[in-house]
């Protein structure tokens, strides 16, 4: 069984033609008018399709196809369809409309299923207009409360709550997790391994863990002349000795782990001065949490030591950290079977940002479905993907919503 991939890519159009940008891409901000216009285009393509929708009380929009046991736990799907301001066509409405697509498809091969199938259109994923991201899937997974989330507000000071009760998407469902057998998020890859792997589906494993460190060294400013090398207390000396320390501590935990050091600054930052200070951050991720977190250990080893050997202080800050998702290993198993049995080239990879998954993934046995996109540039207006891949992770996304929701 296949999906209308003509169809599904006139859709793709048809949305991205509500508040277009100037060069190919959309700006249809969370709760502004374009998108609660491409909300209402979408809830009207569900209902044609025989579907039910409710809204909730953060703006998430349930569509449900009904199962054969409507008492049964929902196989969910769907993303999100806000863009950011110079956003892309496929960044979350993929998920959206694919969802739509598998739906009909199977309404249109007059397939009943056990379980009923939702699609959740997550409200203000982007989190560009109101700071937040993810935030109606936060709200509804109970990451975030509901007070905290009606009170985020825009640059002019209007607040998510206001915005909801002014275009009328403020439901009556309390916003909480019902009872889910499994759920399913497609999406853009939004990076470019599967681009240049020529690998057309990527089955999510997870979503890396990531951290940001700060490390302030300091040593003692001296004159460059008269200071002889031995009698100072250089930072520098110290970042000669780590640098290449921590590269190779990276390589030597595989591919996957990942080091940058985005920032660095010495002071006072003269030409003929021994710096008293150096602040820089250090990056850190990898899927896995063990290796993760040992890259961490490892890192404020290698760091201390060359600090200790160099005669200069360290303090090594933490400032930021977002823990990583490992994706339930059913739904992961069911999507690595679905794209085998496919045919499409594919690959097991985890994700390197953030999705309404990850929020999902913390109430209910969750995995992603990834396609490529054009030179993995996402975020901007370019952002493309193949007619080709966009039917193929269709086709992979109703496979598996077939063999989640069709039997008990
Ligand atoms: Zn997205």
């Not at 290698?302 to 290993?329: Q, S, Y």
Request: glycine share 10%; net charge negative; aromatic share 6%.
């Amino acid at each position: 069984m296949q999906v209308n991939g003509e169809r599904l890519w006139q859709r793709l159009m048809d949305m991205a033609a509500i508040a277009p940008t100037e060069k190919g891409g959309n700006n249809r901000q969370a709760l502004t008018d374009e998108d609660v216009a491409g909300r209402k285009l979408f809830i009207k393509w569900a209902e044609a399709a025989g579907c039910s929708v409710r809204l909730d009380e953060i703006g998430n929009i349930f569509v449900r196809k009904e199962g054969l046991n409507p008492h049964a736990p929902v196989v969910l799907t769907g993303s999100h369809l806000d863009t950011q301001p110079t956003g892309g066509r496929f960044d979350g409405i993929y998920g959206v409309l694919a969802g739509l697509e598998a739906i009909e498809t199977m309404h249109e091969q007059g397939i009943e299923t056990e379980h009923p199938i939702e699609i959740a259109v997550w409200c203000n994923e982007e989190g560009s207009r109101f700071p937040s991201s993810m935030m109606g899937s936060a709200v509804w997974s109970g990451v975030m409360p509901l007070s905290t989330a009606l009170e985020l507000r825009d640059i002019q000071g209007i607040s998510v709550g206001e915005e909801l009760r002014r275009t009328g998407q403020r439901g009556d469902l309390e916003a909480v997790p019902f009872p889910i057998k499994a759920a399913y998020e497609l999406h853009i890859e939004q990076g470019p391994i599967l681009e240049n792997a020529e690998d057309i589906i990527g089955v999510v494993t997870g979503v890396q863990n990531m951290s940001r460190q700060q490390f302030v060294i300091t040593g003692q400013e001296a004159h460059a002349g008269p200071t002889p090398m031995a009698l100072r207390r250089d930072p520098m000396r110290a970042l000669g000795d780590f640098l290449p320390r921590l590269y190779a501590m990276c390589a030597h935990n595989g591919e996957d782990a990942k080091i940058t050091f985005g920032e660095i600054r010495a002071e006072p930052g003269s030409g003929n001065t021994i710096p008293g200070r150096l602040v820089m951050t250090c990056d850190l991720r990898h899927p896995d949490r063990m290796i993760y977190e040992g890259m961490v250990n490892a890192a404020y080893d290698i760091v201390r030591k060359a600090c200790a050997d160099a005669n200069v202080d360290i303090e090594i800050e933490e400032l930021f950290h977002a823990p990583g998702v490992t994706f339930d290993e059913t739904c992961v198993s069911i999507v690595h079977k679905a794209a085998k049995a496919s045919g499409y080239p594919y690959r097991l990879m985890s994700s390197g940002a953030g999705h309404d998954a990850c929020n999902v993934a913390s109430v209910a046995p969750t995995a992603m479905i990834f396609i490529p996109c054009r030179d993995g540039i996402s975020h901007n207006e370019a952002e493309y993907a193949e007619p080709a891949h966009v039917e193929a992770g269709a086709n992979v996304l109703l496979s598996v919503l077939l063999e989640s929701s069709l039997v008990n």
